[in-house]
């Protein structure tokens, strides 16, 4: 049965998510399914815990539950760079060990990348799948050691490689989680009001040009938005990103936030949109 739970509000401003809500999750499009199962679980070493058809979940080791999904649209494009949607997915590992071991194996693979900072609280590394579809694969510092300021520097990709876990590859290090989802957006005002007024995520970063940084529990961000995309729609058949889950660890909370941006709720899921047409699910922990 959907339930639809009517218009968004914006009043009840003090509502907050609980520190411990994160992202559980997101949903890629892809045009073929079999060469994206060759780059997350071949390469990056995910487990494929589920195939139902023209979808494949995929989680860190069999018997985690998934936490990013991949579904098949043959007939899809490339989304243009100038678009909004996605920027990126943010993988995050257990370990600097771990980020060196899978730069590592990225390196030998020679697979293509696109660049390496180290935001500070952070270490990251940004690379494309196969279709386009923005990724960020990093480690988080220790928090006693963050500078939220927002200023970036260069990775020290000797220092991280060093690091590196000398096992033999398993795959993917246990532990790993989907960290943050940075989304491209036509206007961050609208982009504050949803995820912030709304949904309940607190603003951590203003300062940096074009870009709202927001996230639960003092996080450096679980949600990043920008402008830098301009404000154009991508088409309706690109690839990218499907839908991306908040997951809110207390009854009450959810059941508010369901309420005040208005999500559908079905039997099986609590779907709420941002103004530039994002799916965002819901999710009790």
């Not at 023209?54 to 999904?69: E, G, K, N, R, Y």
């Not at 590196?164 to 957006?185: N, Q, R, Y």
């Not at 709202?212 to 830098?228: D, E």
């Amino acid at each position: 049965m959907r339930v639809n739970k009517g218009t968004r509000r914006a009043d009840s401003a003090d509502f907050r998510l609980p520190d411990a809500a994160h992202i559980g999750g997101a949903h890629l499009r892809v045009i073929d399914l079999d060469r994206a199962l060759a780059f997350y679980r071949d390469l990056l070493g995910f487990a494929l815990v589920e195939q139902d058809g023209s979808t494949a979940a995929l989680a860190p080791t069999a018997a985690d539950a998934p936490i990013l999904w991949l579904s098949e649209h043959p007939d899809a494009i490339r989304k243009p760079q100038r678009s909004i949607g996605l920027y990126h997915v943010a993988i995050l590992l257990p370990s600097r060990a771990a980020l060196g071991k899978m730069i590592r194996r990225l390196i030998e693979s020679q697979y293509p990348l696109q660049g390496a900072s180290d935001h500070l609280v952070s270490e990251a590394l940004y690379l494309a799948d196969p279709d386009g579809n923005g990724l960020e694969i990093y480690r988080d510092r220790p928090r006693s050691e963050w500078r939220m300021n927002g200023d970036t520097e260069a990775m020290d990709m000797e220092g991280v490689l060093a690091d590196a876990d000398e096992s033999a590859w398993m795959g993917i290090a246990p532990g790993t989680v989907i960290g943050h989802i940075h989304l491209h957006v036509s206007d961050l005002a609208q982009a504050d009001q949803f995820y912030s007024g709304l949904l309940g995520f607190d603003v951590v970063q203003r300062s940096y040009p074009g870009a709202l940084f927001m996230s639960a529990g003092g996080y450096h961000h679980h949600l990043g938005t920008n402008t830098w995309a301009g404000r154009t729609p991508p088409p309706a058949n690109a690839v990218g990103l499907e839908s991306f889950t908040v997951t809110i660890p207390d009854a009450a909370a959810w059941a508010q936030a369901i309420e005040r941006t208005g999500a559908n709720v079905t039997d099986d899921a609590a779907i709420a949109r941002d103004i530039d047409g994002n799916q965002v699910i819901l999710a009790r922990e």
